[in-house]
C-alpha cells in the first residue's frame, strides 16, 4: 500500500537551532517529492520538490530535503530555525506516471520555536 | 495573479444537512483536485476534476460529489452530513497531464458539523 510516514508528530527546538523532520514512503516506484507547510487557519505552501536529478533539493524560506532511494526516505532540513518557522510541516508523494496529480499526504509534523 | 480561491471560509452545518463548497484555481490551471484534511492529520485526496469530468476518486462515499465548470472552478457536495465530515476541505489545482507541476494549493473551508 502507498503510503507516507512522518515519525514526529511533534518537535520543539530552539531558535537558532538546527532542524530535521523525518519522512519515510512506501510506494511501488520512486515517486515524486513534496513539503508542504501549514500555518495555522491557511492552506498548504510547497516549501520544496524533488522529480529527479540532484538528490539534495533546496526549497524557500532556507529549506532543504535530501532523497534517499536507498531508505525510502525525504527528509527535510533547516541549518538555523527563525520564530517564523512554527508551523505543521507535511510530506507527500505523487505518482510519476499518473496524470491525476493525486498526492498522499502524510500525518504531519507540528514545529514549535522556543525563543 | 490570484491564486486558489475557495469559499465560503467557514461553514456550520448540522447533521442530514446538504453543503456546497466552491473553488477557483489559480489562473492558466485546468485541473481541480479536492482534499478532506480532518484535525491533526494530513489531507487526504477526495477527487480529482478535469475538463468537467471526475478523473480519480480516493476512498470517499458517494454521498461526497463534484462539478466542474467550463471555467475550470469547482464545487464539492457532501450530502447527509455526519459528524466525522467535520474537517478543512482544501482546493487544490493544477495543469493536467503534468504530475511533475506542484499542486496549488488554497486556503480551506473550515466545515463544522453540529
Known amino acids: 500500500a502507498q503510503s507516507v510516514t512522518q515519525p514526529d508528530i511533534h518537535i520543539t527546538v530552539s531558535e537558532g537551532a538546527s532542524l530535521e523532520l523525518r519522512c519515510n514512503y512506501s510506494y511501488g516506484a520512486t515517486p515524486y517529492l513534496f513539503w508542504y507547510v501549514q500555518s495555522p487557519g491557511q492552506g498548504l505552501q510547497l516549501l520544496l520538490k524533488?522529480?529527479?536529478?540532484?538528490?539534495l533539493v533546496q526549497g524557500i524560506k532556507g529549506f532543504e530535503a535530501e532523497f534517499k532511494r536507498s531508505q525510502s526516505s525525504f527528509n527535510l532540513r533547516k541549518p538555523s530555525v527563525h520564530w517564523s518557522d512554527a508551523a505543521e510541516y507535511f510530506c507527500a508523494v505523487g505518482a510519476r506516471s499518473s496524470n491525476t496529480g493525486k498526492l498522499i499526504f502524510g500525518q504531519g509534523t507540528t514545529l514549535q520555536v522556543k525563543p | 495573479d490570484a491564486g486558489v480561491t475557495q469559499s465560503p471560509t467557514h461553514l456550520i452545518k448540522t447533521r442530514g444537512q446538504q453543503v456546497t463548497l466552491r473553488c477557483s484555481p489559480k489562473?492558466?490551471?485546468?485541473?481541480v483536485s479536492w482534499y478532506q484534511q480532518a484535525l491533526g492529520q494530513g489531507p487526504q485526496f477526495i477527487f480529482q476534476?478535469?475538463?468537467?469530468?471526475?478523473?480519480q476518486r480516493g476512498n470517499f462515499p458517494d454521498r461526497f460529489s463534484g462539478h466542474q465548470f467550463p471555467n475550470y472552478s469547482s464545487e464539492l457536495n457532501v450530502n447527509a452530513l455526519l459528524l466525522g465530515d467535520s474537517a478543512l476541505y482544501l482546493c487544490?489545482?493544477?495543469?493536467?497531464?503534468?504530475?511533475?507541476?506542484?499542486?496549488?494549493f488554497g486556503d480551506g473551508t473550515r466545515l463544522s458539523i453540529l
Open positions: 476534476y478535469y475538463e468537467e469530468e471526475e478523473r
Open positions: 489562473s492558466g490551471h485546468d485541473t
Open positions: 487544490a489545482s493544477s495543469f493536467y497531464g503534468y504530475s511533475n507541476q506542484p499542486q496549488h
Open positions: 524533488y522529480f529527479s536529478g540532484d538528490t
